[in-house]
Antibody, heavy 114, light 112 residues
Framework: EVQLVESGGGLVQPGGSLRLSCAASGFTFSGSWMSWVRQAPGKGLEWVATINQDGSEKFYVDSVKGRFTVSRDNAKNSLYLQMNSLRAEDTAVYSC???????WGPGTLVTVSS | DVVMTQSPLSLPVTLGQPASISCRSSQSLVHSDGNTYLSWFQQRPGQSPRRLIYKVSNRDSGVPDRFSGSGSGTDFTLKISRVEAEDVGVYYCMQNTHWPWTFGQGTKVEIK
């Protein structure tokens, strides 16, 4: 069974940093593109970033370019999202997804507030 | 960026009746490899999204056959042949042909 479990969310002040993790199991992680998607409270879905199988290609939505970095560790079946210079508008539930949304984790809430 | 526009945004339906959601993109979703990367997701209340349809018309494993997708180019449709109570939720289209990938605003399906 495919499982994706995010962790690392929490309350952070504007300008602060946070690192999210996603632990994957039940599929060949090293063979899969992986993505981060976020959903602000009461709002729709927004794709954030995607990384290819070996981490050599990374894509970001414009609003996070230069602030967020997606990475992975295939030996640990783990996906990461380093978030710097956080803003109030980054407040959302962040979910990792396999590829373009084949499977999703439950998400972890990031709240940016003073 | 490709803008995905869904209609309607709210869809009250009667149990057992059909429902249809439209999704239009601001540019063609035909990829250079010839595929059209348009997916549909269902998000039930309090749950994570679940993909229903990929590449316009392919149902994911376990998705009931009352769900179907169609369309081409810039115009796409998700149809539910007979709405059941478990279909309540928000439905999103998403394109992953062009970077950045983009979602529609979502269509809330509720029972009348």
């Amino acid at each position: 069974e495919v499982q994706l479990v995010e962790s690392g969310g929490g309350l952070v002040q504007p300008g602060g940093s946070l690192r999210l993790s996603c632990a994957a199991s039940g599929f060949t992680f090293s063979g899969s593109w992986m993505s981060w998607v976020r959903q602000a409270p009461g709002k729709g879905l927004e794709w954030v970033a995607t990384i290819n199988q070996d981490g050599s290609e990374k894509f970001y939505v414009d609003s996070v370019k230069g602030r967020f970095t997606v990475s992975r560790d295939n030996a640990k079946n783990s996906l990461y999202l380093q978030m710097n210079s956080l803003r109030a508008e980054d407040t959302a539930v962040y979910s990792c997804a396999r590829g373009a949304g084949v499977s999703w984790g439950p998400g972890t809430l990031v709240t940016v507030s003073s | 960026d490709v803008v995905m526009t869904q209609s309607p945004l709210s869809l009250p339906v009667t149990l057992g009746q059909p429902a249809s959601i439209s999704c239009r993109s601001s540019q063609s979703l035909v990829h250079s490899d010839g595929n059209t990367y348009l997916s549909w997701f269902q998000q039930r209340p309090g749950q994570s999204p679940r993909r229903l349809i990929y590449k316009v018309s392919n149902r994911d494993s376990g998705v009931p056959d009352r769900f179907s997708g169609s369309g081409s180019g810039t115009d796409f449709t998700l149809k539910i042949s007979r709405v059941e109570a478990e279909d309540v939720g928000v439905y999103y289209c998403m394109q992953n042909t062009h970077w950045p990938w983009t979602f529609g605003q979502g269509t809330k399906v509720e029972i009348k």
